[in-house]
């Protein structure tokens, strides 16, 4: 029974950080707004697309609106792809939060992908 506290301040001590972060959440639509910042950006996976003819053969998983009007994007590098479970096109339907630098590509906000790591299925109110 002693370890129950233990325990308990284990979950409160590993739940805390994750609060704070998905206080800092960046929806999919502001993400514009934060070119050239670290963040994390949320919103559901509207649709992906493997661009195999396009150089590096990226995946892109469009989120802030349907494609084209969407306003923002996450570049997964073709190199990096098999690495992703679930897979970039079962993420498409989905919540998730994507971390990394926010640069602009044309009107929207862009992340590139560095690993598997900076993306998260997310739940979404």
Do not use: W
Not at 17 to 40: H, N, Q, S, Y
Not at 46 to 73: C, D, I, V, W
Not at 114 to 124: D, E, H, V, Y
């Amino acid at each position: 029974m002693k370890s129950t506290p233990v325990l308990s301040l284990a979950a409160v001590l590993f739940l805390a950080p994750l609060a704070a972060t998905a206080a800092d959440a960046i929806p999919a639509e502001d993400a514009v707004r934060f070119v050239g910042k670290e963040g994390m950006v949320c919103g559901k996976v509207e649709k992906t697309r493997y661009a195999q003819n396009s150089e590096g053969e990226p995946t892109f998983l469009y989120m802030g609106g349907a494609f084209p009007r969407h306003t923002f994007s996450a570049r997964i590098p073709g190199d990096q792809r098999d690495k992703f479970k679930p897979t970039p096109e079962e993420l498409e339907g989905r919540d998730v939060c994507v971390i990394g630098t926010i640069k602009r590509d044309a009107s929207r906000a862009e992340i590139a992908i560095s690993s598997p790591s900076s993306i998260k299925l997310a739940t979404i109110k």
